[in-house]
């Protein structure tokens, strides 16, 4: 059985928080407040979940360098008040720091649902790139 701390449980709502917000400034046109809102509450609970450390580690990475710093990067522009522009580089650098993701989350929901049509889709995209 896994073993769940609370400070765990707490970053996980403080991330469930962080994706809402940035969902609704989204929707509310790009709301510079809610969207910078929401990417501080996403950051804080990501370090509360996983640990800041391994974080830091995870973010760091030489070959992640280019996604952490569009990331980061639209993060600050948020904050600057530049929505559009930020989101923009904020989803740039999130599909480069979890692109070797995908491929394993496609791969379990292909495998986790018995529809015949996604499943065949999810092999397909899964086998778009490789995780090695």
Same mark, same amino acid.
């Given at each position: 059985?896994?073993?769940?701390?609370?400070?765990?449980?707490?970053?996980?709502?403080?991330?469930?928080?962080?994706?809402?917000?940035? *969902?609704?400034?989204? @929707?509310?046109? +790009?709301?510079?407040?809610?969207?910078?809102? $929401?990417?501080?509450? /996403? &950051?804080? #609970?990501?370090?509360?979940?996983?640990? *800041?450390?391994?974080? @830091?580690?995870? +973010?760091?990475?030489?070959?992640?360098?280019? $996604?952490?710093?569009? /990331? &980061?990067? #639209?993060?600050?522009?948020?904050?600057?008040?530049?929505?559009? @522009?930020?989101?923009?580089?904020?989803?740039?650098?999130?599909?480069?720091?979890?692109?070797?993701?995908?491929?394993?989350?496609?791969?379990?929901?292909?495998?986790?649902?018995?529809?015949?049509?996604?499943?065949?889709?999810?092999?397909?995209?899964?086998?778009?790139?490789?995780?090695?």
């Amino acid at each position: 059985m896994i073993s769940i701390t609370e400070w765990q449980k707490i970053g996980v709502g403080t991330t469930g928080f962080g994706v809402f917000f940035v *969902l609704f400034g989204i @929707l509310l046109y +790009f709301d510079a407040v809610l969207l910078a809102f $929401g990417n501080l509450l /996403f &950051l804080v #609970g990501l370090s509360l979940i996983i640990g *800041l450390r391994k974080m @830091l580690a995870f +973010f760091f990475q030489r070959h992640k360098l280019k $996604g952490t710093s569009f /990331f &980061l990067g #639209g993060v600050v522009i948020v904050l600057l008040r530049w929505p559009l @522009l930020g989101m923009c580089l904020e989803t740039y650098g999130f599909f480069n720091l979890f692109k070797s993701f995908f491929p394993v989350a496609f791969g379990f929901l292909g495998n986790a649902s018995n529809i015949p049509f996604l499943s065949a889709l999810f092999r397909r995209l899964q086998g778009a790139s490789s995780m090695v």
